[in-house]
């Protein structure tokens, strides 16, 4: 289980990939088995969170590192840049950025 | 505090809005504000997670409804409306989408 708060100082990468509804699926899997077998063993790894839109045009990772730098290190990782590079072919497009979690707000 | 799992039934509102970053600051505030004044005393509401982008292009909300329909019913209130309207002209651009919860991965 993932947690989001407002208290803790990590890095939130949000990488939304647009996809073809036919590839949706195969995006997903992807991006499951390149975490479980490199992301996840990297240096500041916290969490990575793969949602699928209902109307099938979007792919969104929601991942947490414990910094910045450590996000960094990882794309400069020889074999983390072949699995993105297969997601990367996959996606009509993607958009990676680094975020602040900002408020969070329950009932 | 949110949290990701892949057990819960829920909806997972993923809206990214892409903003002018001399905007981003007041967009932030402006769902902040419309959260606790209208959205989380909606029936279905869970949470609402607000994010900004490092880089100052991009504040992206990610909320969890207890299902689709409560979700779609939100966007018939005109309360909630005004806020959403609100929302968009403070950006270039946004973009909301459903989704599932397809896999969680921790170190």
Same mark, same amino acid.
Do not use: C
């Given at each position: 289980?993932?947690?989001? #708060? &407002? *208290?803790?100082?990590?890095?939130?990468?949000?990488?939304?990939?647009?996809?073809?509804? !036919?590839?949706?699926?195969? +995006?997903?899997?992807?991006?499951?088995?390149?975490?479980?077998?490199?992301?996840?063993?990297?240096?500041?790894?916290?969490?990575?969170?793969?949602?699928? #839109? &209902? *109307?099938?045009?979007?792919?969104?990772?929601?991942?947490?590192?414990?910094?910045?730098? !450590?996000?960094?290190?990882? +794309?400069?990782?020889?074999?983390?840049?072949?699995?993105?590079?297969?997601?990367?072919?996959?996606?009509?497009?993607?958009?990676?950025?680094?975020?602040?979690?900002?408020?969070?707000?329950?009932?």
């Amino acid at each position: 289980m993932t947690t989001i #708060s &407002t *208290d803790a100082p990590i890095a939130t990468l949000i990488n939304v990939f647009t996809v073809q509804p !036919d590839r949706q699926r195969a +995006l997903v899997d992807l991006l499951a088995h390149a975490t479980e077998e490199v992301m996840q063993h990297l240096p500041g790894f916290i969490s990575a969170n793969i949602h699928a #839109s &209902t *109307d099938g045009t979007k792919v969104v990772n929601y991942a947490q590192w414990r910094s910045a730098e !450590d996000f960094h290190a990882m +794309l400069g990782n020889p074999t983390a840049r072949t699995h993105m590079q297969q997601a990367a072919e996959l996606a009509d497009h993607y958009e990676p950025h680094l975020h602040a979690v900002e408020s969070v707000h329950h009932r």
